[in-house]
């Protein structure tokens, strides 16, 4: 059974900073891509950055140059090093793991499984 535990969020003030976690358990993708997402209310769910089994990395426009993705295999975990925070950046972040590795901004469609959310804001 594929679990993604979210964990990391919390309240910090515009140009603050914070990193996310995300502990991966029970997947058997021989490749696979991780990402998060986040969804503000009342808007869809947006791809933020996504990692594939191989390395490669891919940003949204608007957190490109703030936002680091990464991953710790031994781990099995996944983090996302947000810096420069800014209002626009409230939202619940979701973790997803899917089999398909893309170079482009993440897309729902790609990803089978979901974390349960953390919530991150940003307040000015």
């Known amino acids: 059974q594929v679990q993604l535990v979210e964990s990391g969020g919390g309240s910090v003030q515009s140009g603050g900073s914070l990193r996310l976690s995300c502990a991966a358990s029970g997947f058997s993708y021989s490749r696979y891509s991780l990402a998060w997402f986040r969804q503000a209310p009342g808007k869809e769910r947006e791809g933020v950055a996504s990692i594939c089994s191989d390395g490669r990395t891919s940003y949204a426009d608007s957190v490109k140059g703030r936002f680091t993705i990464s991953q710790d295999n031994a781990k099995n975990t996944l983090y996302l090093q947000m810096k420069s925070l800014k209002p626009d950046d409230t939202a619940i972040y979701y973790c997803?793991?899917?089999?398909?590795?893309?170079?482009?901004?993440?897309?729902?469609?790609?990803?089978?499984?979901w974390g349960q959310g953390t919530q991150v804001t940003v307040t000015s």
């Open positions: 997803a793991i899917g089999g398909i590795c893309s170079i482009r901004s993440p897309l729902k469609a790609n990803f089978d499984y």
